[in-house]
């Protein structure tokens, strides 16, 4: 993968697999590999209703924990 996708879904799906194959260990290596900031994808994940989730290391739908 070359570039992180715009789409909202393929972003979140395309963020959380590579995070679970352990191709990176963490958002912040993920996002340093493609030039992007961490917190400028969970802002702009967040209007689209998914939120990071720190101990599962993926991004989930808003509400789906509560």
Request: aromatic share 14%.
């Amino acid at each position: 993968m070359d570039f992180l996708p715009q789409d909202p879904a393929i972003l979140v799906s395309s963020v959380n697999m590579l995070l679970r194959d352990e191709e990176f260990d963490s958002l912040e290596s993920l996002c340093y590999a493609f030039n992007r900031e961490p917190q400028e994808i969970k802002d702009y994940l967040m209007k689209h209703d998914f939120v990071w989730s720190e101990p599962q290391k993926q991004f989930r739908p808003t509400g789906y924990d509560e």
